[in-house]
């Protein structure tokens, strides 16, 4: 949950296709370094939460993956 490297050698390697994650991590996922090639298998990205503000580092991380979806599951149930 910390180790945000070791997650993203996750992905790469099971080639993951969906993550489901809090905002606040949305966040950090794009605003890091990593290259984009870790995230490559993904085809749905599903927040909740917390309202979800799309950052210029998130337009950017989905501008490079095109094939990736965002689903944002917050509000009332």
């Known amino acids: 949950r910390t180790d945000l490297l070791h997650l ?15 905002v606040v991590f949305l966040k950090i ?4 370094n990593l290259e984009i090639g870790y995230f490559s298998s993904l085809r749905e990205i599903i927040t909740a939460g917390e ?10 991380f989905f501008t490079q ?11 009332p149930s």
Not at 8 to 22: A, D, N, R, T, V
Not at 29 to 32: D, G, H, I, Q
Not at 51 to 60: E, G, K, N, S, V
């Open 8 to 22: 993203s050698e996750i992905i790469k390697k099971h080639s993951i296709q969906q993550l489901m994650l809090p």
């Open 51 to 60: 309202q979800l503000i799309i950052t210029p580092a998130i337009r950017l």
């Open 65 to 75: 993956l095109p094939a990736c979806s965002l689903y944002n599951y917050y509000g």
């Open 29 to 32: 996922l794009a605003e890091s």
